[in-house]
């Protein structure tokens, strides 16, 4: 299972950006897609996550400014961002808990991480 993020990039506080996570490869099913963010000497945290269910989460910081979304049909998930801030910035990696075909466990698969700088 393969996860390509984009939508990345630089914006001005107060700005909007728009990322995007396709999930590809032998998937047999998809339980949660969630996006974690890592800011310079920090930790990996959790930013919002899904549920095949359509279930939401987010980290208190980014409530009321973050959605997220998928679209299970395209094996997609998207986090808009929006009245972003400069502690926004890092780099955000998306997540997916799948089953792989031919296999018989869950396990989570990470995308390669798509930059996001906020300028104050």
């Known amino acids: 299972v393969q996860l390509q993020a984009s939508g990345g990039g630089l914006v001005q506080a107060g700005g909007s950006l728009r990322l995007s996570c396709a999930a590809s490869?032998?998937?047999?099913?998809?339980?949660?897609m969630g996006w974690y963010r890592q800011a310079p000497g920090k930790e990996r945290e959790l930013v919002a996550i899904?549920?095949?269910?359509?279930?939401?989460n987010y980290t208190d910081s980014v409530k009321g400014r973050y959605t997220i979304s998928r679209d299970s049909a395209k094996n997609m998930v998207y986090l808009q961002m929006n009245s972003l801030k400069p502690e926004d910035t890092a780099v955000y990696y998306c997540?997916?808990?799948?089953?792989?075909?031919?296999?018989?466990?869950?396990?989570?698969?990470w995308g390669q991480g798509t930059l996001v700088t906020v300028s104050s």
């Open positions: 997540n997916v808990n799948a089953v792989e075909t031919g296999k018989g466990w869950r396990r989570n698969y």
């Open positions: 490869g032998r998937i047999f099913s998809i339980n949660t």
């Open positions: 899904i549920t095949n269910g359509g279930s939401t």
